[in-house]
């Protein structure tokens, strides 16, 4: 019988399963750019829109907006930098002659 038909974790009887933040965490970090581009083009529209009127649901929906916004630039730029370890880059200026 393999793991999947006995419902044991696929690393093995006493592997240990990711608790819930760590499983946060990893959402977070695997936010697709695309995402959080379109989330940066909604808070800069629902900001643009909220400096013109003072209406208190809009702002709430633009706090809202903002804070998920900054969460998924935070997962996308840790992405970025672990990548950019992950495959020898160190960032800055390259060495001449290279």
Same mark, same amino acid.
């Given at each position: 019988?393999?793991? &999947?038909?006995?419902?044991?974790?696929?690393?093995?009887?006493?592997?240990?399963?990711?608790?819930?933040?760590?499983?946060?965490?990893?959402?977070?970090?695997?936010?697709?750019?695309?995402?959080?581009?379109?989330?940066?083009?909604? @808070?800069?529209?629902?900001?643009?829109?909220?400096? &013109? %009127?003072?209406?208190?649901?809009?702002?709430?929906?633009?706090?809202v907006v903002w804070?998920?916004?900054?969460?998924?630039? %935070?997962?996308?730029? @840790?992405?970025?930098? @672990?990548?950019?370890?992950?495959?020898?880059?160190?960032?800055?200026?390259?060495?001449?002659?290279?």
């Amino acid at each position: 019988m393999d793991r &999947q038909a006995t419902g044991t974790p696929q690393g093995g009887a006493g592997a240990a399963r990711p608790g819930p933040l760590h499983r946060v965490l990893k959402s977070i970090r695997d936010v697709h750019p695309a995402t959080a581009f379109f989330l940066v083009a909604l @808070s800069l529209g629902l900001a643009a829109v909220a400096v &013109q %009127m003072y209406y208190l649901p809009l702002l709430v929906v633009f706090a809202v907006v903002w804070g998920v916004t900054v969460v998924a630039l %935070m997962g996308t730029v @840790s992405r970025w930098i @672990s990548n950019s370890q992950r495959h020898g880059h160190r960032g800055g200026v390259a060495a001449a002659g290279h």
